[in-house]
């Protein structure tokens, strides 16, 4: 692997998608049921929190971004994040330069806590934020209810994690 991680720009936006599209396709991703316009996602991103992994030859293979966790001021050093791999580049370490990207650049800018909620059956993210410093803090229970996919009608819960910086 040659891969290198750098700010995502506009540009990167039809890989980007692409990418979120397979993971909201699996079902274990996202309760979203479709990736937002360019625009709402850009703006409602962290400046300086989205980065993209690209392999040897600068083709984005994966994405990670950040959005506030609440307008309260008390709560501005925490965080949210996503992170996705291209299911063809999975297993190749790009979720773990991501995710330890994403994190050096929050500590930077001054944040505290990372977090992210995960769906249980996603072993696969759940033990990249592990390998990645990441600890359970909670279980939400029948959190939200799916409309679309493999688990449309089914209520899921999340296990929440965080990484504090």
């Known amino acids: 692997m040659n891969a290198g991680i750098r700010d995502m720009v506009p540009a990167d936006w039809a890989a980007v998608v692409r990418i979120y599209a397979a993971g909201i396709a699996g079902g ?5 049921d479709a990736p937002p316009p360019a625009e709402e996602f850009f703006a409602s991103r962290i400046p300086g929190l989205s980065l993209v992994a690209t392999d040897g030859g600068g083709a984005v293979q994966g994405w990670a971004a950040a959005t506030p966790t609440s307008s309260r001021e008390v709560y501005r050093g925490v965080i949210e994040h996503s992170v996705y791999v291209d299911p063809a580049a999975a ?3 790009l979720g773990l330069l991501l995710l330890r990207g ?3 650049r929050a500590r930077g800018l001054g944040y505290w806590t ?4 995960i769906f249980p059956e996603n072993l696969p993210s759940l033990a990249l934020h592990e ?3 990441f600890r359970r803090i909670g279980r939400r229970e029948r959190i939200a209810h799916m409309n679309h996919g493999p688990h449309a009608g089914v209520w899921r819960d999340t296990l929440l994690v965080e990484l504090r910086l």
């Open 102 to 104: 994403l994190a050096g």
């Open 131 to 133: 390998k990645a410093g």
């Open 114 to 117: 990372v977090q992210s909620s």
């Open 28 to 32: 274990n991703a996202t309760f979203a």
């Open 91 to 93: 297993g190749q370490g």
